[in-house]
């Protein structure tokens, strides 16, 4: 099973923002993209973009990036999205979470 590489875009549902280009930039390399943003109307909008310029899979989460709850659901809630919603129905390599684990460590070890 081939491993699919995520990227996790804050701001990006703003349609003329920087973060959009970003997202619509990683969705034609064939990235699956999680649209994080506090504008629901805006990030649903840059999903559908998303699917139909890239092809891949995107989704939005809701996200006040000044919170760290916040920062810390919408982890949770993408790590899940992506490692156990695999089109196959399969589970995707469990190392992706353990590496996500880490990241989240050291994150919280800066931000402390």
């Given at each position: ?8 875009v804050t701001g990006a ?94 994150l919280q070890s800066t931000?402390?």
């Amino acid at each position: 099973m081939s491993e699919r590489k995520v990227g996790i875009v804050t701001g990006a549902a703003r349609p003329w923002g920087m973060g959009y280009q970003i997202a619509m930039g990683l969705a034609r390399k064939g990235l699956d993209i999680a649209v994080v943003d506090v504008r629901e109307d805006w990030g649903a909008q840059t999903v559908a973009d998303l699917k139909r310029e890239g092809g891949g899979r995107a989704i939005f989460v809701k996200t006040d990036i000044t919170k760290r709850a916040d920062v810390a659901a919408m982890a949770e809630r993408v790590l899940f999205l992506i490692t156990i919603s695999e089109p196959t129905g399969r589970r995707r390599n469990p190392l992706s979470r353990s590496c996500f684990t880490k990241t989240r460590e050291q994150l919280q070890s800066t931000t402390t």
